[in-house]
């Protein structure tokens, strides 16, 4: 067993590779060796002080169980949901665990994440990835379960024009899964590269400053404090808006014309797993044309720098090598 493993860790605002302990599965956790992570825009924004986390990042991975006690899971290939409830709490209770108040989150709070060779999850996080997809897909599953859950959220009825708001990572998972829902929707961004990949699936992608119509339901993807208020220009009275974005920031909100259009406003964080997994499973996403470059673990600082560019989709980090 290796003592030391190494980590990308972000302390006091730095990002950097660290040898770190091997972690220890606690009762009812597995130790998974980490085969590749993803680099999402919520770890840009917590280098830039989102939320205050100090350890290993990342909560985006595929990976195989190396040791599960109770041996059910050993040598599985799985994805892993991210947050941890205390299981007593009210929410807990509920199975709402991802609002538990003392709730720790993989890599974002309290708990170490998965920029690392080996992580700890408790077994009732882990799901076992389909043997047809390979690992450049299953990484998407955690994202893919957070753009799922606007469907679990809003019902949205087929006549009502959608817009996905924001071409990046998000946006374009957004407009796959509301594809795959059987409803049609426009994507708005600013990179007809990025757009292209969900045109196969019937969405239209429109340069933002061109789109002027009016619509029902607007999913807000652009990673920007700007994005609710072109979502509250382009949408009907009684329209709704799904807030998809964590940015480190505030925005100014123009409150009365939320009141005078009764417009809704949703704020939409992570998602159901197994649905995503069965989406996986059909392997009908273009997900891997996301990848824009996969970087070693050792070259994690650079990989975080380079996925923060403009016009960047996906960054993966290989653990292996
Ligand atoms: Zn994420
Ligand atoms: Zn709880």
Redesign the pocket.
Known sequence: MVIKVKALVLENGEVFLKDVPTPTPQEEEVLIRVSLG?I????LEMVKGYVPFTGVMG??FVGRVEIDPQGEFTGTRVVGE?NIGCGSCSFCQAGLKNHCQKREVVGIRQRQGVFAEYVALPRENIYPVPVESPDEEAVFV??LA?ALQVLEQVHIPPSHRVVVLGDGRLGLLVAMVLAEAGLESIILGHHKEKMDIVKPLGVTGVVAEEFSEKVDLVVECTGSSAGFQKAQQILHPRGTIVLKTTVAGKASVDLASLVTGEITVVGSRCGPFLPALNLLKRGKLPLSKMVDKVFTLSQGKEALEYASRKGVKKVLLDMEC
Do not use: V
């Open positions: 993803g999402c825009s919520t770890d909560h985006e991210i955690e994202p957070a």
